[in-house]
C-alpha cells in the first residue's frame, strides 16, 4: 500500500483513527495504516503534518491552536504510546492531566514514573524517566492517560520545582475540591525521605485553595516575599447594617488594607456586559464604598508580580501607615 497517503486527502488525513483520539499519531502507527516513509516526509514537507519529536506527528493546523499545557499533553500521551515498558505520567505532566495550571513549570520535558523500589530519574531526549514507588492508591487515570493520584501529583511537583510555581499548581488542586491539605499532608509524611520533602513541605503548609486564580496565588507568593503579614483571602466586607459591599482577593485585617488582584478587576468588566465605561464607573463606586468604610485599596497588577518584593511591601506599607495616622 506504499504511496496511499499521497492520494489522501487532508481531511482525510485529519481523521485518521489516531490523530482524531489523541492529537497525534507515531511514524509506527501512521505505517500501519499504509503511508510509507516517504508519504510521511512529503506529508511534513508540504506543511500538513508537523513533527513534535522524533517519530511523533501532529496536524500543523490543529496544533498551532493549542495553548502550550495542551502541546504539552499531547506530546505526553504520545511519550506513553511510544514506551516499551509501562509508565504513567507524573509531576508537571500529571498536573496538567489533572487540568492544573503549570504556569513557570518547564514544559519541555514530558515526566514518566516507572514503579521501582530504587528511586532514581534521568533525561532523554526530553522525557523524564522516573523510577520511583508507585502504589496503586498512587494511581489514576484521566480519559484513557494512566497518572499519578492528585495528592501524589501535588507534592512530586512541589519537590522537583521551584516555590513559586509549585504553589500556583497546589492552590489550584486544593480549589478542585478534590482533596484537602490532610490528603497533601499525608503523602509527604510517606515520601518524607524522598530528595525536595522539605521543598515540598514549604509549598503544602503554603498553599491555600481560596486563591481563586494564577496571578492570586503569584501575588500571596510576593506578598510573603516582601515580609508583610499573611492576609485573609476571599473575605466579604460588609455594611454595619450586613448589607454586602464586596468580596475581596486580599484583607489585611489589622491595618484595614484591602490587596485587590488586577485580573479580578478584568474578569468582573468582561462579565458585566454592556458599556465597559459604565463597568469601570461601577468598580470606582466598589471602591469608594471600601475606602467609605475606613479601608485603604491596594491594586496588584501583573506588571508588579514582575518587580522586587521591596517594591510592593513599599506600596502596603504606605497604605498601612496612612490609616494608622
Do not use: C
Request: charge should be positive; aromatic fraction near 6%; avoid cysteine.
Amino acid at each position: 500500500m506504499t504511496g496511499q497517503g499521497l492520494g489522501m486527502s487532508t481531511r482525510t488525513l485529519r481523521r485518521l483513527p489516531r490523530l482524531e483520539e489523541s492529537g497525534s499519531i507515531l511514524r509506527r502507527e501512521a505505517m500501519e495504516l499504509g503511508l510509507s516513509p516517504e508519504d510521511i516526509r512529503r506529508l511534513v514537507d508540504k506543511g500538513v503534518w508537523l513533527r513534535i519529536r522524533r517519530g511523533t506527528y501532529v496536524e500543523r493546523e490543529s496544533w498551532g491552536r493549542l495553548a502550550p499545557e495542551q502541546q504539552h499533553l499531547v506530546t505526553a500521551r504520545a511519550v506513553l504510546r511510544g514506551l516499551d515498558q509501562p509508565a504513567v505520567l507524573g509531576h508537571v505532566s500529571a498536573a496538567i492531566a489533572h487540568g492544573l495550571p503549570a504556569w513557570g513549570s518547564d514544559l519541555s520535558t514530558v515526566h514518566v514514573i516507572r514503579p521501582a523500589r530504587r528511586h532514581g530519574a534521568r533525561v532523554e531526549s526530553g522525557v523524564a524517566h522516573h523510577s520511583a514507588t508507585l502504589p496503586a492508591e498512587h494511581l489514576d487515570k484521566i480519559d484513557g492517560i494512566p497518572v499519578t493520584s492528585l495528592a501524589r501529583t501535588l507534592v512530586d511537583h512541589a519537590r522537583t520545582t521551584r516555590f513559586e510555581p509549585a504553589v500556583v499548581t497546589a492552590d489550584a488542586g486544593l480549589r478542585t475540591g478534590r482533596l484537602e491539605r490532610r490528603d497533601l499532608l499525608d503523602m509527604l509524611r510517606w515520601q518524607q525521605d524522598w530528595p525536595g520533602a522539605r521543598n515540598a513541605g514549604g509549598v503544602v503548609s503554603f498553599a491555600d485553595g481560596r486563591s481563586e486564580s494564577v496571578g492570586e496565588s503569584r501575588g500571596r507568593v510576593r506578598i510573603d516575599e516582601a515580609g508583610l503579614p499573611q492576609p485573609e483571602l476571599q473575605v466579604e466586607i460588609t455594611e454595619e447594617d450586613g448589607r454586602f459591599v464586596a468580596r475581596v482577593d486580599y484583607l489585611f485585617r489589622a491595618q484595614r488594607t484591602i490587596g485587590e488582584f488586577d485580573g479580578r478587576l478584568k474578569y468582573r468588566l468582561a462579565s458585566a456586559g454592556g458599556n465597559p465605561e459604565d463597568a469601570l464607573w461601577r468598580e470606582k463606586l466598589r471602591e469608594d464604598r471600601l475606602r467609605s468604610l475606613g479601608y485603604a485599596v491596594v491594586r496588584i497588577t501583573w506588571a508588579d508580580l514582575e518587580r522586587a518584593p521591596a517594591w510592593l511591601r513599599h506600596r502596603f506599607l504606605e497604605a498601612f501607615a496612612r490609616l494608622a495616622v
